[in-house]
């Protein structure tokens, strides 16, 4: 029975020796009588009892690395507390076991200094416009020396970059006098449009006004010649009637009658209105002296008819 026991208990020891299930996204490395013998992958993997042995385990997965905060120094001699986090992924399970004895120290303290001397080539307004650019040449700073650890840097990411207090208030007043430029500039700017738009109104309506006057000068012409082509044409036409008129029988009869008519009239306005004394020619004969004359003018435009 005891022997039973003892053989069930190694038999146990050596399924458990010889039979290995590595899990997704893991890499076990294999010893072989204290030397590199292989990777296991995920899956199920047979061992050779008391002969190989799992050495490490290692996880395939992206890591975020968390870089301590430290102080560095840019081209102006600034000093910057700086901190940030590191993505990195094993790609070589057999290097990451052999190539360091803490990769991941190492690369910590490599993407420390590595941090250090890319700030140390800026000065202090660049390195907060260019965090992209350090990112990078972080990265590829750790990249080229991880290789030998069997490790892939994915990316560096800056957390915070933190000048000393003098300087941040310089940095605090340099935005604040920048924006009372920029509002000065845009009040300026404000008004030079104004006075534009007012200047540029002040014409338009200028012009308007004169388009008007133009206008109504052109029309008050248009009718005075209007005025004055209806007045011409209505004389003309009277005159022709007065000429057709005396040609009728008895119209020279007429004509002197008005004349006479005319005549007396204009002898009669020559009194005084205020006065009761009436002028009157002292040659009665010049009434038709003037009526013959104006008999004779009749005459002498009619033959001209």
Not at 229 to 249: C, H, L, N, S, W
Request: charged share 25%; with cysteine; net charge neutral.
């Amino acid at each position: 029975m005891e022997v039973a026991v003892a053989i069930f208990v190694i038999f146990v020891i050596f399924v458990t020796r010889s039979i290995k299930v590595v899990p997704q996204q893991n890499a076990w490395v294999v010893e072989r009588l204290g030397k590199f013998n292989a990777t296991l992958k995920p899956g199920l993997n047979f061992l050779v009892p008391f002969v190989d042995k799992v050495a490490y385990k290692h996880s395939l997965k992206e890591i975020p690395l968390d870089v301590p905060s430290q102080i560095c120094i840019t081209r102006d001699n600034t000093q910057l507390q700086v901190d940030g986090i590191l993505y990195f992924q094993v790609t070589d399970p057999m290097r990451a076991s052999y190539g360091s004895s803490n990769y991941i120290m190492a690369v910590t303290q490599l993407a420390q200094t590595s941090l250090r001397s890319v700030i140390g080539k800026l000065e202090l307004d660049k390195t907060f416009e260019e965090r992209d650019i350090i990112n990078a040449q972080v990265v590829q700073a750790i990249d080229e020396a991880a290789l030998n650890w069997g490790v892939k840097v994915l990316r560096y990411e800056i957390k915070d970059l933190t000048p000393p207090k003098e300087i941040l208030h310089a940095m605090q007043a340099q935005i604040t006098a920048e924006r009372e430029k920029r509002a000065l500039i845009a009040a300026s700017e404000g008004r030079r449009q104004e006075q534009i738009n007012i200047a540029t109104g002040e014409r338009e309506a200028f012009i308007a006004r004169s388009e008007g006057e133009k206008q109504a000068a052109i029309n008050e012409a248009q009718g005075e010649a209007a005025a004055i082509t209806a007045v011409a044409d209505a004389t003309a036409q009277a005159i022709e009637r007065i000429a057709t008129a005396i040609r009728q029988p008895g119209g020279e009869q007429a004509v002197q009658l008005k004349v006479a008519e005319r005549a007396v009239d204009a002898y009669a306005r020559v009194a005084d209105k205020s006065s009761t004394t009436l002028i009157v020619p002292g040659n009665m004969t010049e009434v038709s002296s003037l009526i013959a004359s104006a008999m004779k003018m009749v005459g002498v435009s009619k033959s001209a008819g």
